[in-house]
Every structure is written in C-alpha cells, then in structure tokens.
C-alpha cells in the first residue's frame, strides 16, 4: 500500500511593501529600480531581483531577453550568478523580486519560475542557511519564504549525482 507524503509550506503576507522591515523595503526598492533597466523586448515582461549579502552589499539582476529565447536569463539568475562570481564566499541573506508588464498592470506577487528555483536552492544548499525571499507584482502584496525550499520543497541536490 502507498504511503502519502504531505508537503506543508508557511509563506507571509504583507499587504504592501511598506509593511516589510526597513531594510527589506530598501532591496525591494532597488529591485524596482533593477526592474526598469530589464530587456525585455520580446515579452515585455520585466522582472528586477536584488539579494543581500552578509556584508550588506546589495547584488542587482534584470532579465536579458534574446531573440533566440532560450538564450536569456531571468532576473533572479542575473544577480546570483554575478554574487557568485564577485562574491563567492559571502552568504545571501534576502533576495528581493519584483515583476511588470508593460501590457498590463500586475498586482499579485510574481514567484520565481522553476529554474531559478533550482539555481537559488543550490546556493541555499551550498551556504547551509536560507536565503529569505520576498516577492511581488508591480505593486500591492508581498510575499515571504523563509527558505527557497519553502518554493521548491523536493530539491533535486549533489546528493544524487
């Protein structure tokens, strides 16, 4: 007989990002600003990322659209990529994400897609602490995962390689 496995994940809610702690509302601010300079000409869909390190350096990341689309890169792996190259040993603390359409107004948080999901956990896994997420749309609620694996909770890790 089957056993089930129950997958429980606990994400917070803030109404706005005015209801977030000072520090996360500053990284959510530049991920706005990161937003803006995205190429996204093709899906008009810009997205900015921003992760904090334990020194307190702020890591900015867009999406890079090409035309041979599975050439670009979403913003979340623009910015872990470079912390990972100029930074490789400091731990990422928060990573903020923020997501637009420039054909439609969007107000329900964006997540990361199931891609950068995986990037992110691996260097979760790799530092042994959680990167604090906090997502949302152009505006209105923000969401928080304490840990990526709160997004991606079976992780594919080194472990079965």
Known sequence: MAKKIIIKTELEVFESISELPSSIQNLMNKAHEARE????????????ATLLLESGEIIPGNNQENAAYP???????????HAGA????QKI??????????????????????????ALV???IKQDSNIETYFMGESGKVIKASSIKDLLP????????
Do not use: M, W
Not at 71 to 81: D, H, K, P, Q, T
């Open 37 to 48: 300079n995205a190429y996204a000409p093709y899906s008009h869909f810009k997205v900015g």
């Open 71 to 81: 050439s670009g890169l979403c913003a979340e792996r623009v910015a872990i990529y």
């Open 86 to 89: 100029v930074y490789p040993s």
């Open 93 to 118: 603390v928060s990573l903020a994400i923020t997501a637009r359409s420039l054909k439609k107004v969007i107000t329900d948080p964006i997540p990361p897609c199931g891609a950068c999901r995986q």
């Open 122 to 124: 691996e260097y979760e």
């Open 154 to 161: 079976l992780v594919f890790n080194k472990e079965y390689l």
